[in-house]
């Protein structure tokens, strides 16, 4: 089995001028936990829902609520983006890409073929795969 088998392809991304806002609304609304960045075509970074928590000034900081959403419209996503983040090209064995994900202890891989994203590796995406194979 290899990873084209069992990615998801219908990758939702962004570019690093998006702002937190939208990727704060991304996470939520298509209630997923990655996003990988792009620009021209290619994949520059991912951003996921705990870099986004972490960038996400807190509301007991006393700011009013006009501030406050001022910073998330402020706050790009190449600020709090991970810059080359860690990749499988399409044809890599399902096994060696599990091993990534054990080793690295990352919650998603993005899928790449000469630096373009054609999908995503997610932890669900492999939960389905072991669901698959255990008996009834």
């Not at 990758?11 to 937190?20: A, G, K």
């Not at 609304?25 to 996003?35: A, F």
């Not at 998330?72 to 709090?80: D, E, R, S």
């Amino acid at each position: 089995m290899i990873v084209e088998d069992v990615m998801t392809r219908d990758v939702v991304t962004l570019t690093p001028e998006h702002t937190l806002r939208d990727a704060i609304d991304t996470l939520r609304s298509k209630r997923i936990r990655h996003l990988p960045v792009v620009e021209d075509q290619k994949l520059v970074g991912i951003v996921t829902d705990r870099d986004v928590k972490r960038a996400t000034p807190s509301v007991l900081a006393g700011w009013d609520r006009a501030h406050y959403d001022e910073m998330l419209l402020t706050i790009k996503v190449a600020q709090l983006m991970t810059r080359e983040p860690i990749t499988v090209p399409r044809q890599s064995a399902l096994k060696a890409a599990v091993e990534i994900f054990l080793d690295k202890k990352v919650g998603a891989l993005p899928v790449v073929d000469k630096g373009h994203l054609v999908g995503i590796l997610t932890e669900i995406d492999i939960l389905r795969v072991a669901y698959d194979l255990l008996p009834e």
